[in-house]
C-alpha cells in the first residue's frame, strides 16, 4: 500500500476538473467543428491524465482510476443538465446511482 497524502488526492480532483472541462470543450466543439475548442478538449484530457498519473503515486490504480471516471461521469451530467439542459430519465437515474454504490463498495473493498 503506498502512502497517501494530499498531495494525491489533490491531483487526483484536478484530474476530475480536468476531465469534466474536457467534455464540456467536447461538447461545444459540435464534433471538432469548432477547432480550437477540440484542441482545448485534448488538452485537458492531457492534463487529466497527467495529474491522474501523478495522484497513482500514493493511492492504488484501481480506486483512482474508479473515482476519476465515477465522479467524471457524476459531474458531466450535472455540467450537461447545467449547461446543455440534458436531462436524465429514470433508468439514467438508476445507472448513475448504481455507479456510486460502486464506487463506494470498491473504497470499501480496499
Known amino acids: 500500500m503506498q502512502q497517501l497524502e494530499f498531495y494525491h488526492i489533490a491531483f487526483l480532483g484536478l484530474a476530475?476538473?480536468?476531465e469534466i472541462i474536457a467534455n464540456i470543450?467536447?461538447?461545444l466543439?459540435?464534433?471538432f467543428k469548432r477547432f480550437w475548442l477540440?484542441?482545448?478538449s485534448l488538452v485537458c484530457v492531457l492534463g487529466?491524465?497527467?495529474s491522474l498519473a501523478?495522484?497513482?503515486k500514493g493511492m492504488d490504480l484501481s480506486i483512482a482510476y474508479a473515482l476519476w471516471g465515477g465522479f467524471g461521469i457524476a459531474a458531466t451530467i450535472a455540467a450537461g443538465w447545467i449547461l446543455f439542459g440534458q436531462k436524465l430519465n429514470a433508468r439514467g437515474w438508476v445507472g448513475l446511482l448504481l455507479l456510486l454504490l460502486g464506487m463506494v463498495i470498491l473504497k470499501l473493498a480496499v
Do not use: C
Request: net charge positive; charged share 5%; proline share 0%.
Open 16 to 18: 476530475i476538473v480536468l
Open 25 to 27: 470543450f467536447l461538447k
Open 29 to 31: 466543439s459540435n464534433g
Open 38 to 40: 477540440g484542441i482545448l
Open 48 to 50: 487529466a491524465f497527467s
Open 54 to 56: 501523478q495522484a497513482v
